[in-house]
């Protein structure tokens, strides 16, 4: 079993939601942190959080995790501070939907460069020191549902979440010899403030379908602070994938063993996506 207490934490996307409640959840077990996020403002409010828990925070670095350079910086600081981290918990992320046709390019690369390329700038540069400290560790990966079935309009942000659960595939093997365990968390609908960002191409975020897809969102999602709890006991006990809603667990099920109904499941879902939400703005 893993245990945080006395654990050094690097956490990303930390400014608020999963992130924010994932640092405090460790910070009330023991760990110490390392803290980053593009947000700086929310950034320094989470860092505060945390210290009041009687926590360490080593560093609280804002940067973007798509810039290479700037996660080679943060890693720099980070290991002549403490040498190596022992948990490396990649939370940083956004989201984009849209149908085929109005995606721009912009939308696509963004996307893929933050929720992609983001948590290997982090592997690259923190998880071979944690290799060569000879000490274990943990790695945990949170892609989401749409790392796991096809939801409509999510293709973008799918490509994302379903490489970063390839990459978590691999090094959950690849990393047993150095006694670091894997886990991939695969978040449902969670009410943090990334619902009020997604980007959604060529959609009026205003209008009544949108804001009643929206609300419907809100009633069945999970808040983060009981993701986090979910999270950080499914590490603790070593589990690979970390489910934060029994929905996502029962659909995952379904997908293996009984395709039929995962295949009616992600028509209905596309025809009402496009039935009540795919309508030219007013």
């Known amino acids: 079993m893993t245990k945080f207490g006395g654990k050094r934490c690097l956490i990303t996307g930390a400014a608020s939601g999963l ?22 403002p929310g950034l320094q409010e989470t860092a505060e959080l945390v210290r009041a828990t009687g926590a360490t925070v080593h560093l609280a670095q804002a940067a973007d995790v798509s810039d290479h350079d700037a996660v080679v910086d943060l890693a720099a600081k980070t290991h002549a501070e403490l040498g190596n981290v022992d948990v490396v918990m990649n939370v940083a992320g956004i989201a984009t939907w849209g149908s085929v046709d109005r995606l721009t390019h912009q939308q696509w690369r963004r996307t893929i460069d933050i ?64 006694r ?29 379908a949108v804001q009643r897809g929206i609300s419907l969102f809100m009633r069945h999602a999970v808040t983060p602070e009981a993701a986090a709890r979910t999270v950080v006991r499914g590490v603790e006990r070593d589990r690979y994938l970390i489910y934060t809603s029994p929905d ?14 995962y295949n009616a499941a992600m028509r209905t879902m596309n025809w009402a996506m496009h039935r009540y939400i795919d309508q030219p703005a007013h």
């Open 248 to 261: 996502i667990r029962i659909g995952h099920l379904a997908q293996r063993y009984f395709p039929p109904a």
């Open 19 to 40: 992130g924010r409640c994932t640092a405090l959840a460790v910070a009330v077990r023991g760990a110490s942190v390392v803290l980053t996020d593009i947000a700086d």
């Open 180 to 208: 670091i365990g894997v886990s991939l968390v695969v978040p449902g609908a969670m009410a943090t403030p990334m619902v009020d960002s997604v980007d959604i191409a060529g959609i009026d975020r205003s209008t009544v």
């Open 115 to 178: 929720d992609l390329m983001g948590p290997i700038h982090v592997i690259e540069e923190f998880v071979p020191p944690m290799i060569a400290a000879g000490k274990g560790g943990h790695l945990v990966n949170v892609s989401s549902a749409a790392g796991l079935f096809g939801l409509p309009w999510h293709a973008p942000y799918s490509a994302g979440k379903f490489g970063l659960r390839g990459v978590s595939e691999v090094l959950r093997f690849d990393l047993r010899r150095h």
